[in-house]
């Protein structure tokens, strides 16, 4: 029996995202393992070791289409250098298992809406590359999932990650939440951001 991989793969000038595989985990755990990248998240631990590669890895792969969609981020001449994510639920998108809001705090996901997330290894950073993932796969969204509203937000303390989504089209709510960060231990102000297609 032959295995055919379905999962969609998306190609800009510099990069390719395609279905998260086995054989990313061990330069997930390199990039991810830095808490510059980890503290910018909601769900990464840090440190982050080999072992949460593997199991987030292994969630990207058990994952259901109709609702989440992983993919690598690849340049086309360095190799993987992040992951985006959209998570519809409560299932691992983003390297871990995710926290839960905290007691108060109005969580988009836990109200069913899709969400984006995504991250950039250091030597990646400030060059483009979130930018030029992201807006093509928002068109993915709105032409091959057939999604017409995404949800995302940045720790207030990370203006390059607002930056990235502005320029992709998504607008702020005006809402600010309190999500808690694994690797840093402590919740964390977080912008709520709009993109409609």
Not at 135 to 141: D, G, H, I, M, S
Not at 153 to 162: C, L, R, T, V
Request: with cysteine; net charge positive.
């Amino acid at each position: 029996m032959c295995a055919v991989d379905v999962r969609p793969c998306i190609g800009t000038d510099r990069l390719i995202l395609r279905g998260v595989t086995r054989n990313d985990a061990a330069a997930v755990a390199e990039l991810a393992n830095d808490l510059g990248v980890a503290g910018n998240t909601s769900r990464m631990p840090y440190p982050y070791r080999p072992a949460d590669a593997e199991a987030f890895v292994a969630a990207a792969e058990r994952a259901d289409p109709r609702h989440e969609a992983t993919f690598a981020i690849e340049h086309r001449q360095f190799g993987l250098m992040g992951v985006l994510a959209f998570d519809r639920n409560e299932a691992p998108a983003m390297g871990a298992p995710m926290a839960d809001s905290l007691p108060g705090s109005r969580s988009h996901s836990e109200r069913g809406r899709s969400e984006v997330g995504y991250w950039l290894g250091r030597p990646f950073w400030n060059r483009g590359y979130a930018t030029e993932a992201l807006t093509a796969a928002l068109r993915w969204v709105k032409f091959d999932w057939r999604r017409h509203v995404m949800w995302a937000g940045h720790f207030a303390d990370n203006k390059a990650s607002g930056q990235v989504l502005v320029k992709a089209g998504f607008l702020y709510t005006g809402d600010i939440e309190q999500r808690m960060s694994v690797a840093r231990a402590e919740p964390v102000a977080t912008r709520m951001m709009v993109w409609l297609a």
